[in-house]
T-cell receptor
Framework: QQQVRQSPQSLTVWEGETAILNCSYEDSTFDYFPWYHQFPGESPALLIAIRPVSNKKEDGRFTIFFNKREKKFSLHIADSQPGDSATYFCAAESWQLIFGSGTQLTVMP | EAAVTQSPRNKVAVTGGKVTLSCNQTNNHNNMYWYRQDTGHGLRLIHYSYGAGSTEKGDIPDGYKASRPSQENFSLILELATPSQTSVYFC??????????FGAGTRLSVL
């Protein structure tokens, strides 16, 4: 079964710090790597995504770093804000989207 | 306005009973999905559909059936509900460009 492994399960950072969330995968056929975020009581929503032709994708304070050789990708949230507190899911897709188990991020003011 | 609407939002069912979760989308997307969300497991795909009349098995289809009678509607059916099916269920539609749009979720408790 295709798998996407995500770590850590939970992460607490102080306001202004950079939060780093990590994911790895096994299947080389994956060709699309999104991150979804889910605020408490809400549904998941797409945050940012990358394709393997790039090793970096930025959108404001959010950056995906992608390492194709090691089959790893990470989400960096710069200048973390309390409003960033949410659960973040990485995912990978070839013919279907496979989600990681999620990282619960708490940003302390 | 919500483009993916799930009903009911909360449901309590008895073991062995039949449960139907409904999903309606106004995105005119061909693809629709049912996921369940459990702590430590993230979002796991149960069934999906490429269009009206089509249903496909996802990663964890056992104990679930799906029905796609129209472009807009996609149902998840638990014929004989079990306590292990207590979870939060999300329906999503897909635009064919990789992005999924999720409904608000249904919290199901099977007693």
């Amino acid at each position: 079964q295709q798998q996407v492994r995500q770590s850590p399960q939970s992460l607490t950072v102080w306001e202004g710090e950079t939060a780093i969330l990590n994911c790895s995968y096994e299947d080389s056929t994956f060709d699309y790597f999104p991150w979804y975020h889910q605020f408490p009581g809400e549904s998941p929503a797409l945050l940012i995504a990358i394709r393997p032709v790039s090793n970096k994708k930025e959108d404001g304070r959010f950056t995906i770093f992608f390492n194709k050789r090691e089959k790893k990708f990470s989400l960096h949230i710069a200048d973390s804000q309390p409003g960033d507190s949410a659960t973040y899911f990485c995912a990978a897709e070839s013919w279907q989207l496979i989600f990681g188990s999620g990282t619960q991020l708490t940003v302390m003011p | 306005e919500a483009a993916v609407t799930q009903s009911p939002r909360n449901k309590v069912a008895v073991t062995g009973g039949k449960v139907t979760l409904s999903c309606n989308q106004t995105n005119n997307h061909n693809n629709m999905y049912w996921y369940r969300q459990d702590t430590g497991h993230g979002l796991r795909l149960i069934h999906y559909s490429y269009g009206a009349g089509s249903t496909e098995k996802g990663d964890i289809p056992d104990g679930y059936k799906a029905s796609r009678p129209s472009q807009e509607n996609f149902s998840l059916i638990l014929e004989l509900a079990t306590p292990s099916q207590t979870s939060v269920y999300f329906c999503a539609s897909g635009d064919g460009q990789n992005t999924l749009y999720f409904g608000a979720g249904t919290r199901l408790s099977v007693l």
